[in-house]
């Protein structure tokens, strides 16, 4: 190979390299937005759920009502 040729090979080979470095980045990206999109999704069940739970307390976890003073 002469010289010239030689270089365009390795261009040829950086560029095809390159390509397929975008594609992979593109994946991860699109990747990390739906783990995003999840997280968000599970916390707000959670948060919800913490919700749930603390009225659930609220309502049976109180003391009974105090009985009627007698009548006298």
Avoid: C
Avoid at 3 to 27: G, S
Avoid at 29 to 53: C, E, H, M, P, Y
């Amino acid at each position: 190979m002469t010289d010239p040729d030689a270089l365009n090979a390795r261009i040829e080979a950086l560029e095809v390299r390159v390509a397929y470095q975008d594609q992979v980045i593109e994946d991860l990206n699109q990747t990390v937005i739906a783990q995003w999109k999840q997280i968000d999704s599970l916390r707000r069940q959670f948060g919800d759920l913490v919700n749930r739970v603390q009225e659930v307390e609220d309502n049976t976890g109180g003391t009974a009502p105090e009985p009627p003073p007698p009548h006298y």
